[in-house]
């Protein structure tokens, strides 16, 4: 039970430091296009130079936590879970082949992956926040409820919503490939 809410925490930290990322980067993307960006072009430069590696380190922990949380916490994944999960473990890979053979063209069919992946674990932090919304989940009485959560942290992080965090990193990241010259 400490392993579970020492890795809870941890995740939870890094789902916070994600989201100030994501908010940071669409600042700097208003800033951009109000000509506002001179002093932050180091910090751009340097995020898009480091883009797959970061990438790498996004999707691997964001598999590695949803295996902990399944395996180890013995967490039983819903439907909606399960569909986050198919989105994601394969860009870990993927990304791996990526940074050794320096191909930033993965871009073209890793952002669809994390779209949708973004959109599945959107929706389940919803239904999460709004039980009352319609789900199919668990609605048969097979598997865990996509409308329960095992944690709430800091007033609003879930699994879903480190989903969704992981999911909007990836998003950017590859965007800023596709925006590279």
Known sequence: MALTSSVTTFLSVLTVIGDAVI????????????????????LISFA?????WMAFVVATTATLGSLFYSEIAQYNPCKLCWMQRIFMYPQSIVLLIAMLRKDKDIKVYMLPLSIIGLLFSGY????QINPN???????????ASCSASFFMNFG???????????FGLLTIGYLSLRNKK
């Open 156 to 166: 609003y992080i879930t699994i879903p919503m480190m989903a969704f965090t992981a």
């Open 133 to 143: 919304l319609p789900s199919t989940c668990g609605i048969t009485g097979a598997g």
């Open 48 to 52: 898009r130079k480091n883009a797959l």
């Open 124 to 127: 389940h932090y919803l239904l």
């Open 23 to 42: 908010v940071l980067t669409i600042l700097l993307f208003i800033l951009k296009k109000f000509g506002v960006n001179k002093p932050f072009d180091k």
